[in-house]
């Protein structure tokens, strides 16, 4: 798996709750040189190979199952105006050729959602099959906060993710100058590290958190109001279903598998993409609403505890594997 993202910390979850399931990780760097990856596959004896769907037909093995997830899908039209030039020609080329491959060769493919399985069919023009198996949050690390929920001093939005264009976090600045003072936006650095240029935030203030460990997200979660994911394509949301677990509600855009995780106006509000008043008046409901916002972060967590969970996530994969052996 490459490190540094979302879905590596998943499969270390799998590796610290599945008997004889060992992560490899590689730098993400190593796939600018596809013919390599297959060396990080070798050595060792193994009864069955999980990997992600990009490059998985490079680990391959002759006589060994290959299950393969998909974690995000960038590769369709709609994303186009949000990546770079090179990045287009990538996913256009050999990223659909290496993604295409696996689901040839691949024994299973799951997904990490119902959206994902649905896009990477349609786009692909594949018609095998794919078995959703939903992300899942470690539910007692998790946990809404042991004091009462903020109700004084400025309403916190927490942003977290990298700040890219597919997380649309161009959207901070101009929705912190939109709610104007009473309000505070706080954002991670994601795995940059990097801030946001300088812009007019107005009244609003925004506050730059810097890289955050891991280990440190159920702290930033407690210290919040709200959970602001203004993304355009989520393959699933682990931020938002860590978010709900806290206890927080949620206002993000109304597309990819969000809606799979947020049920708008129970457990927040999902909004048109890039509409900063919408955003905006969403942020100012919960804030004039502390029983709202309860509500909403009681019907997220409970959400959780029936849908999310990790133990629920392992045993589904717990399940898969034994069943290919």
Not at 53 to 81: E, Q, S, W
Not at 167 to 173: E, N, Q, T
Request: glycine content about 10%; aromatic content about 10%.
């Amino acid at each position: 798996m490459p490190t540094g993202n979302g879905a590596y910390v998943l499969h270390r979850q799998l590796e610290a709750n599945l008997s004889g399931y060992s992560v490899r990780g590689y730098s993400p760097w190593w796939t600018l040189a596809p013919f390599t990856l297959p060396w990080f596959g070798r050595g060792g004896r193994v009864d069955l190979i999980h990997t992600h769907l990009d490059y998985g037909c490079c680990f391959k093995r002759v006589g060994i199952p290959l299950v393969a997830t998909v974690h995000n899908y960038v590769l369709d039209a709609f994303m186009a105006p949000y990546s770079s030039f090179l990045q287009r020609l990538h996913y256009r080329t050999d990223l659909r050729w290496f993604i295409s491959r696996t689901l040839e060769v691949a024994d299973c493919v799951t997904a990490v959602s119902r959206f994902l399985a649905a896009k990477v069919r349609q786009d692909l023009g594949s018609t095998r099959e794919i078995r959703v198996i939903y992300n899942g949050v470690d539910e007692q690390r998790f946990q809404p906060a042991v004091s009462a929920a903020r109700e004084k001093g400025p309403f916190r939005i927490l942003f977290s993710g990298n700040l890219s264009r597919r997380k649309k976090a161009d959207a901070i600045i101009p929705l912190a100058k939109a709610l104007g003072g009473g309000f505070e936006i706080h954002y991670t650095a994601g795995l940059t590290g990097t801030e946001l240029p300088a812009g007019d935030a107005g009244q609003g203030k925004v506050v730059a958190l810097g890289k955050v460990p891991y280990s440190k997200m159920p702290e930033l979660y407690h210290a919040a109001d709200a959970l602001f994911m203004p993304s355009v394509r989520e393959g699933f949301g682990l931020s938002v279903a860590e978010a709900m677990a806290c206890g927080l509600p949620v206002v993000a855009n109304d597309c990819s598998a969000i809606p799979e995780l947020v049920e708008d106006g129970a457990g927040g509000f999902l909004c048109e993409i890039g509409r900063i008043d919408q955003y905006a008046e969403a942020f100012r409901r919960l804030a004039d609403a502390p029983r709202l916002r309860r509500d909403m972060g009681a019907f997220n967590r409970a959400r959780v505890e029936e849908r999310f969970t990790l133990s629920r996530m392992v045993a589904e994969y717990r399940s898969l594997f034994e069943s290919m052996r």
